[in-house]
């Protein structure tokens, strides 16, 4: 049995410790958070759980093996340190942390004491993504010509972070689930329209080679919500839409075949239209999924694929797209290190 203590029961937190409660290899000991309010609220729908409002008592308590920290990003690399030092597992919230210097330390915290880190990248355990993932890699598809995202809604502003650190880490976490090339070099464009020093819209390129092109569009602004994308193929295209109730995923056997038989001015363009089909999902929630295999990787000490590394990869990407934002959308090539991008910059690692 597991012994789990969670950190922040806002927002998230409440999905984190239902699904918890509902595995069978796990305990919740303890729910933290320091607003009396919704600690109340936690005592009301757990009353055997212990309660507390010092996060002290989480980290430092014999009878936890694993953290759950579901608090803001600005508080995630000192509350993992302090757990990590306190030999504790963690499950961490999105982003990871909020630098790459905190990602970096904490993943070394971590393997210096065998420790596990989960990263809840959750979206690469719903049954759409990994029916995605499963469609690339069987290369039915063909090549990537382009993934197109659209990620928006009216709020929810964070008071730490800009869209960009809110939304984008869902498809970041995506991308490098389902796409084996890394890109090469990234675009991001926003603006701040409400004057509180974050943006609330904002729009990110990146370029790999060949052909691939990927566009994600994140917006608080948006008076309804979207959560769309569309990924194109050599041979076959794909619509992915999340607020779908079912046939959420679709494949159109839809293209273009380009002959040249005359030279480079007399090109011919077929368009070929084919049949839609719709792939059956897995329908668990897949945050119940994340959290059993939290579970499973540190009962079989294995390492998860939303690791630390993982979490530092979606955290190296959000700093440098937002290091493109805060210089008018320059290029930042991304096959150099990123530390040379940010002295280059003269920007700070603690981005935002």
Not at 7 to 27: D, H, K, S
Not at 43 to 69: F, G, Q
Not at 99 to 108: D, G, K, N, T, V
Not at 322 to 335: A, M, R, W, Y
Request: hydrophobic share 40%.
């Amino acid at each position: 049995m597991l012994n789990i203590g969670v950190i922040g029961f806002g927002y998230w937190g409440p999905n984190v410790v239902r699904n918890l409660t509902a595995i069978r290899e796990t305990a919740v000991k303890m729910i933290c958070d320091s607003q009396p309010v919704i600690l109340k609220e936690a005592r009301e729908l757990y009353p055997h759980i212990r309660v507390c409002l010092d996060y002290k008592e989480v980290v430092t308590s014999p009878d936890i093996d694993a953290v759950a920290i579901v608090t803001p990003v600005s508080t995630h690399y000192q509350l993992a340190k302090q757990a990590l030092e306190n030999g504790k597992h963690i499950f961490v919230e999105k982003p990871f942390t909020r630098s790459i210097e905190e990602a970096e330390e904490l993943i070394r915290l971590a393997e210096k004491n065998h420790l596990k880190i989960m990263v809840d990248h959750t979206f690469i355990f719903t049954g759409a993504v990994r029916k995605i993932k499963e469609v690339i890699d069987n290369n039915t598809l063909g090549d990537l010509y382009y993934y197109d995202s659209t990620r928006v809604s009216l709020g929810l502003y964070q008071h730490d972070v800009n869209v960009i650190w809110d939304l984008a880490p869902h498809d970041f976490s995506i991308i490098d689930y389902v796409i084996k090339n890394k890109p090469l070099a990234l675009i991001a464009q926003g603006a701040d329209h409400v004057g509180r020093g974050q943006e609330n819209i904002a729009y990110i390129t990146l370029y790999y080679d060949k052909k691939l092109i990927v566009h994600i569009n994140v917006n608080w602004l948006s008076p309804v919500k979207v959560r769309h994308t569309l990924i194109g193929g050599k041979k076959k295209m794909l619509v992915w839409d999340d607020l779908e109730a079912d046939e959420k995923i679709k494949i159109y056997d839809k293209g273009f075949i380009v002959e040249n038989k005359e030279g480079i001015h007399h090109l011919r363009v077929d368009y070929r239209s084919g049949d839609m089909w719709s792939p059956r999902l897995e329908h668990e929630e897949a945050l119940k999924r994340e959290l059993k295999y939290f579970v499973h990787c540190i009962e079989n000490d294995e390492t998860p694929v939303n690791d630390g590394q993982a979490g530092l990869r979606v955290v190296k990407m959000l700093t440098l797209a937002d290091l493109s934002l805060k210089n008018g959308g320059t290029l930042i090539k991304l096959q150099k290190n990123v530390e040379d991008e940010l002295l280059a910059s003269g920007a700070d690692r603690n981005i935002p």
